[in-house]
């Protein structure tokens, strides 16, 4: 790509229909108060568009449209099979939109567009993997008893209306690992974005339009967070399916508990990478650095902490510095650029805070630590490692959300696994070996949802979640089904033939 075409790209027009309205009972209903959120580009700062944002109006016709569609509609009724078909047609429709997604994802949050572009594809696939699961999974079982002459049936039935909450740095994936286990299991979603990244969703909404899903199954609102935890506090909702911050996870479950409400929650992270002594060290600085720039370090699952011996721990940093060294900061449009800048500038503020905390605790600054001096507008940050960090300073404990490392130095193996442990969050960790089966002893160790031997691989087919404050239940693949079931036992007298067929 020459400068003139990703800059051409860059400033396309917005690829959503209508950002002004909300996506309630199967139709675009227009705000009652006209109430409003600006959504800005990341790298130059310029508004991108208006979005409609709810009041506690809209966001009950959304719960209401919901709860109608699940107890009145024939929606929680028809076949698992019909709603697979669905989730085929929104799958083929994400991936006619799959370029408009990926603009979304880089214009509003700042990951580089080449990165979205290959990413985004996969939320498609998401939704066609949970369509296979219609025949894989058994909805409804035939089961051994212990009452003599009876018959069992396990029935696994929807959990109801669902409201799902995502966060701003990845909408499209969070939204789809949300959305396509509840449609399959046959309940109806309140879908709540972010005003930081609402594009993904409303995309979500015009092709579940396009492709006649049922009206009230699929209702898309952008909220604050006021609004938002008027759907928490509903009784007409049967589930929440959050992602975010742990401290806004914490507010939701002990909502959730008053009223007894099924939750899932995927929280924060301060994630551990341990590099044993005898992995080569370049290797784990480049594969460290990289990691470090998706998405400009606003992910979860970011491995934010490193663990080494303090004899090699020298060594390493000069690693680092030199695999820093070649990341290039610009425009998420820019080919050239390998890191983004932060999403918005309340979030480039809350890194630079962290930074001098960090510097005023008495950590080391490496590399970074400031804005790129190259570039005079967006919300940029230098990708930034510190030595010297204390395991219970704040930036070794506390989820930044941003490009910076903790470097922490251990006495052996034993400690690296305990410094690595002590922390209030447990969503994922990698340990950087050459013997695999000496990762494995080590993973089985740590108190953590995902381990990834020498990356920050993670694996939603099989589930993810995390350990501790790092959230409640796991999404992706079967286990990320569960959440959205109900489990019913049923005891029948016994005498209809043993093997006839049960329906779904």
Not at 34 to 56: C, F, H, I, N
Not at 331 to 348: E, K
Not at 485 to 494: C, D, M, P, R, Y
Request: aromatic share 6%; glycine share 8%.
């Amino acid at each position: 790509m020459t400068g003139i075409d990703w800059e051409t790209t860059a400033n396309q027009p917005v690829p959503i229909r209508t950002p002004d309205r909300f996506f309630i009972g199967g139709e675009w209903v227009a705000p009652r108060d006209g109430l409003a959120a600006q959504v800005t580009r990341p790298d130059t700062e310029e508004p991108l568009y208006s979005v409609a944002v709810a009041t506690k109006a809209e966001m009950s016709a959304a719960v209401a449209a919901a709860r109608e569609a699940f107890d009145d509609g024939p929606w929680s009724r028809i076949s698992v099979a019909e709603r697979a078909d669905y989730l085929r047609a929104i799958a083929a429709g994400l991936r006619e939109r799959s370029a408009d997604l990926a603009w979304l994802w880089a214009a509003e949050v700042g990951i580089l567009h080449s990165v979205a572009r290959r990413e985004t594809a996969h939320m498609a696939d998401v939704f066609d993997e949970y369509a296979e699961l219609s025949t894989a999974f058994g909805f409804v079982e035939e089961r051994a008893t212990k009452l003599r002459g009876k018959r069992a049936v396990l029935a696994h039935e929807p959990v109801g209306v669902v409201g799902a909450i995502l966060a701003w740095n990845g909408p499209s994936i969070s939204i789809a690992y949300k959305v396509a286990p509840a449609i399959l299991a046959g309940c109806t979603v309140v879908l709540k974005s972010a005003p930081e990244a609402p594009g993904e969703a409303l995309v979500l909404a015009e092709v579940a339009e396009e492709v006649g899903l049922p009206a009230g199954v699929l209702n898309v609102v952008t909220a604050d967070r006021d609004v938002s935890e008027l759907l928490v506090r509903d009784a007409r909702v049967d589930k929440i399916s959050f992602t975010g911050s742990t401290a806004a996870g914490r507010r939701i479950a002990a909502l959730c508990a008053e009223r007894i409400a099924r939750v899932s929650l995927e929280l924060g992270g301060k994630s551990a990478a341990l590099i044993l002594d005898d992995y080569d060290l370049e290797r784990a600085a480049s594969t460290l650095a990289r990691a470090q720039c998706y998405i400009s370090g606003q992910v979860c699952a970011a491995l934010t902490r490193v663990v080494i011996s303090r004899h090699r721990r020298d060594d390493f940093l000069e690693a680092m510095r030199s695999a820093q060294a070649e990341v290039r900061v610009g425009s998420q449009f820019d080919p050239a650029s390998t890191m983004g800048p932060l999403a918005t500038n309340v979030q480039r503020a809350r890194v630079e805070r962290y930074i001098a905390t960090g510097l005023r605790q008495g950590a080391t600054l490496v590399t970074g630590g400031g804005r790129p001096r190259h570039l005079s507008r967006g919300y940029f940050v230098e990708p930034t490692t510190f030595a010297a960090v204390e395991p219970h300073s704040s930036i070794a404990q506390e989820e930044i959300f941003g490009p910076v490392l903790a470097v922490i130095d251990c006495d052996d193996e034993r400690n690296a696994i305990r410094i690595a442990n002590d922390s209030i969050y447990g969503l994922n960790a990698a340990v950087f070996t050459h013997d695999e089966d000496r990762a494995l002893g080590v993973a089985r160790a740590l108190r953590s949802g995902s381990v990834g031997h020498n990356g920050p691989f993670v694996d939603y087919s099989i589930g993810f979640g995390g350990f501790k404050q790092s959230g409640v239940g796991r999404e992706g693949g079967v286990q990320g089904l569960l959440p959205y079931l109900e489990s019913k036992t049923i005891v029948l007298s016994g005498n209809s033939t043993p093997d006839r067929r049960i329906g779904s």
